[in-house]
């Protein structure tokens, strides 16, 4: 099975090896396990049904609850030569009655089809005709309450167990949270699932947080130093978003906005737009992305504070799927924490209430975090980072120290707070500099500001230095600024109170300044899963793709992905079999397009010589932490090494120098694996009993929620060990 799953994969998918999990899902299901299967967006799980589907006799049908998408996958897989299609309200009453006909005879491979439509029971009647082999539940976390798109559609899901009780299901989804997967297998009624489940970094994606202080303008820099990338900025409210897009339009940059206040044409025509590539720049509310499967977003800025890590993540994770890399950026400013604190006092239910704000406290401190942001992301979703250094984080690439800001502190709100005894208040940063600074401006004298005891007392910096301190003491919420467009400063309560009892400030710096956000965000960044290239040439294929995209009235990626260009633009393929060997390249788009291909790199080559690139660090299997068999990395072998040598965690963590959370994690990693570890090494059976109690009372597998409801008396690595051998069992069950 395995050879025959590899050969289709190169004939059809033109790739040469799998991605991680994707052939252990693809076994899975194709034993006629029910399966669920969690990766990260962009780890290939399209891949994981696609492939089984062709090695079946009869049909697959995928629920998909994006008709707009559903197209766009289904030229995916013509262009690949794959016989699939779809079925939702788009299509008029004489297609749709052909393409029953035509599913009837067993012309299709793959079904892509909406859940309401599958619910029709003139549908069903017809599923149970139809020769179906495998249902596979896409997006899968729409079934869960608890997930961030919950679609009451997909409920009724679960009389598919029943219609088809033979068929096995296949569910998949990026999302992360505990909850919603348990949600999952038990709504859809599935039989002892088999779950795969990878790590949740994304190690071609950088992370970076800026101090907010004039988003439009900061959000232009970074749009204006990426001419040819797409990007998408999502913006608190419709207003703001559409705002933002008529911004960077007049600055002649191709954008649009999305948001759920607009009509649905129109949200659908700047959807395509940004797809298609004629909007380089999407500006969008939470509303736009779910199931955007452009794969060439190299940027997602956020210009405001999402509400919580996990759609924060999401939202994020939309960039790079093509595991090129791309960049995350938040604009982040206190203002933004206390704006939503204030929407938070109006939800009525009060746990809601809470759950939000336990959402946004969470939030804040990865905005605030001054370790690695990749580390704190994985660890909100329960996962350890197991490097000290990500490589590609602002804090990773710029480290932080803290500083006694005291003095300074004291000088700038004793400043405001002469100012208003003075009985002036609309005075904004810049005034205040000019204060300290002794500087003789035409306000200091009208208002003789001159004659303040605070005047000329912070000569020793200069002007910008005291703006962007006043800056972070609002981040602090020791001062406070006005909304309006003069945002004059004023003392807040917690401001006063450290000016009179003198409180020690204390506030964190970059080691070395960064480089100014074009720069730094152009420059900087470390790039996992970049692939060197002849760029003129690059620019050359993408000029002709996006042709012959047209031509066919499909998307660019629709064509060939920019991994594949670039992979063209390095090996400059002159012949069908070079051509054939490029990643992305297979046997009906050689057909199709190879002669265009070579011919543009020959014309190429005749004026210009070939650039040599140094090899690639295996790209098509992109560095991820697996906790599948086989995959377990160095570290973690190191870790369990020593566990077999009879060493305590302890032991192992004072030997290898690392914390004993971090060996716990390993030998978790390894327990899921398969390897044999003894469950008496960590806990007591007493011990066993009440985690397998609390893990049973909340119906996930969630540590956060267990450690609660023990009341903190189990520690997160027993739970996080009891949690792998119980995971272990439902696998091997
Ligand atoms: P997901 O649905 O998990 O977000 P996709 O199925 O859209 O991810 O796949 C992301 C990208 O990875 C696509 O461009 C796809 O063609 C590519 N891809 C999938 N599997 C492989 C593989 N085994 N080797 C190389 N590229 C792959
Ligand atoms: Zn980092």
């Given at each position: ?60 049908v ?13 030229d ?33 491979k ?51 167990r ?20 348990a ?16 790590s ?9 947080v ?9 959000v ?117 924490i ?28 990865y ?22 250094n ?5 804090n ?35 005034h ?12 200091i ?14 000569k ?8 962007d ?5 609002t ?12 945002q ?37 960044i ?33 064509v ?19 051509f ?59 870790s ?25 994690n ?10 044999e ?30 450690f609660?409801?023990l ?14 051998f ?8």
């Amino acid at each position: 099975m395995t050879a025959n799953l590899k050969t289709l994969l190169k004939q059809v998918f033109g790739y040469s090896n799998f991605r991680p999990l994707q052939l252990e899902i693809m076994q899975s299901t194709l034993q006629g396990r029910d399966t669920v299967a969690i990766l990260p967006t962009g780890a290939g799980k399209s891949l994981c049904y696609q492939l089984p589907a062709l090695m079946r006799d009869g049909l697959t049908v995928v629920v998909s609850p994006l008709i707009a998408l559903m197209k766009d996958q289904v030229d995916q897989l013509h262009a690949a030569g794959v016989a699939a299609t779809f079925l939702n309200s788009s299509l008029d009453g004489p297609t749709f009655q052909n393409r029953i006909h035509a599913i009837g005879t067993g012309q299709f491979k793959l079904l892509y089809v909406a859940p309401e439509r599958l619910m029709m029971t003139d549908f069903l009647d017809r599923l149970a005709q139809w020769q179906v082999q495998s249902l596979v539940v896409d997006e899968a976390h729409c079934i869960s309450e608890w997930g961030h798109d919950f679609r009451p559609e997909y409920r009724k899901l679960s009389q598919l167990r029943t219609l088809l009780p033979n068929v096995p299901m296949l569910a998949l989804t990026a999302t992360a949270t505990p909850q919603v997967q348990a949600d999952i297998a038990s709504q859809l009624k599935l039989q002892d699932p088999a779950l795969y489940l990878s790590s949740f970094n994304r190690p071609n994606l950088s992370y970076r947080v800026i101090a907010k202080e004039k988003p439009a303008r900061q959000v232009w820099e970074c749009a204006a130093a990426r001419p040819e990338e797409s990007g998408i900025v999502y913006c608190q409210s419709r207003k703001s978003a559409e705002s933002m897009a008529e911004m960077l339009l007049d600055a002649g940059i191709p954008t649009v906005a999305y948001h759920a206040g607009m009509d649905a044409e129109e949200r659908t025509k700047n959807q395509e737009a940004f797809i298609r590539d004629k909007a380089r720049i999407v500006c969008a509310t939470v509303a736009f992305g779910m199931g955007i499967n452009k794969p060439n977003v190299r940027y997602v800025i956020h210009a405001d504070l999402p509400k919580n890590v996990e759609g924060y993540y999401q939202q994020t994770g939309r960039a790079g799927r093509d595991g090129l890399p791309a960049e995350c950026i938040l604009l982040y400013s206190r203002g933004d924490i206390v704006k939503q604190q204030r929407f938070l006092e109006e939800i009525t239910d009060s746990q809601a209430r809470q759950v939000a704000r336990k959402q946004l406290d969470q939030m804040s401190i990865y905005a605030e975090e001054i370790n690695c942001r990749r580390a704190s992301l994985l660890q909100y979703f329960g996962e350890q980072w197991p490097h000290e250094n990500c490589g590609s984080c602002d804090n990773c690439l710029e480290p932080v120290e803290t500083w006694d800001a005291t003095i300074e502190a004291q000088k700038l709100l004793s400043c405001i707070y002469r100012i208003g005894q003075k009985g002036s208040f609309s005075v904004g940063w810049a005034h205040i500099a000019d204060i300290l600074a002794g500087a003789k401006t035409e306000k200091i004298q009208r208002w003789d500001h001159s004659s303040l005891s605070t005047y000329g007392i912070g000569k020793e910096k200069k002007r910008k230095e005291w703006v962007d301190l006043g800056r972070r003491l609002t981040s602090l919420g020791l001062t406070e600024a006005s909304q309006d467009q003069f945002q004059t400063v004023s003392l807040t309560e917690k401001g006063l109170a450290i000016l009179r009892q003198r409180i020690p400030v204390t506030l964190t710096r970059r080691k070395q300044e960064p480089e100014k956000l074009t720069t730094a965000v152009v420059g900087r960044i470390a790039k996992s899963g970049d692939i060197l290239c002849d760029e003129g040439l690059f620019n050359e294929l993408r000029l002709l793709r996006k042709n012959l995209a047209d031509e066919r009235n499909v998307p660019a990626y629709v064509v060939f992905s920019d991994v594949t260009l670039r992979h063209i633009a390095r090996t400059y393929p002159c012949s069908s079999s070079e051509f054939l060997a490029v990643p992305g390249v297979g046997e009906r788009k050689l057909a199709e397009y190879g002669e265009t291909f070579v011919a543009a790199v020959e014309t190429w080559l005749s004026t210009n010589s070939p650039q040599a690139f140094p090899d690639l660090k295996s790209v098509t299997t992109a560095p991820r932490q697996s906790r599948i068999p086989g995959d377990l990395s160095s570290t973690v072998l190191e870790s369990l090494k020593c566990y077999r040598s009879g060493k305590s965690i302890d032991e192992i963590a004072t030997h290898r120098n690392l914390s004993p959370s971090t060996i716990e994690n390993h030998l978790s990693q390894a327990i899921e694996s398969g390897e044999e570890l003894s469950p008496d090494d960590f806990y007591t059976p007493q011990e066993a009993m009440r985690m397998h109690a609390a893990f049973q009372v909340i119906d996930s597998p969630g540590l956060t929620q267990a450690f609660e409801s023990l009341a903190g008396e189990i520690s997160y690595g027993k739970l996080r060990l009891f949690r792998a051998f119980k995971t272990l069992a439902t696998k091997k069950s």
